[in-house]
């Protein structure tokens, strides 16, 4: 059984830096690149940074590039974000998931993590 658990979420002021993680279990997660996406009420999902399976490769939304840095330890099954000089629009709940192809954005798995909620406000 796949399980995603994300971690690290908080309230922040304007400018901080928060490190989300997102602990996976029930596949091969090595095997996968993987995915953060958030989602802030009432808006779709939107996708902010993807890992290849080996770490050698990422890519970012054009919103959150320069500012956050995706990173994956397979040894511990768990991939982070690393999000610095924060805004109130990035302020949503984080998801991680696996994705269905190299450098897709398009998520693997139907279920879903919690989340990690982030708020940026002063």
């Not at 808006?43 to 990422?58: D, Q």
């Not at 511990?76 to 696996?98: F, I, R, W």
Request: net charge neutral.
């Amino acid at each position: 059984q796949v399980q995603l658990v994300e971690s690290g979420g908080g309230l922040v002021q304007p400018g901080g830096s928060l490190r989300l993680s997102c602990a996976a279990s029930g596949f091969t997660f090595s095997g996968y690149g993987m995915n953060w996406y958030r989602v802030v009420p009432g808006k779709e999902r939107e996708w902010v940074a993807f890992i290849s399976s080996g770490g050698g490769r990422t890519s970012y939304a054009d919103s959150v590039k320069g500012l956050f840095t995706i990173s994956r330890d397979n040894a511990k099954n768990t991939v982070y974000l690393q999000m610095n000089s924060l805004k109130p629009e990035d302020t949503a709940v984080y998801y991680c998931n696996a994705a269905r192809s190299t450098n897709s954005p398009v998520p693997l798995f139907d279920d879903w993590g919690q989340g990690t909620e982030v708020t940026v406000s002063s």
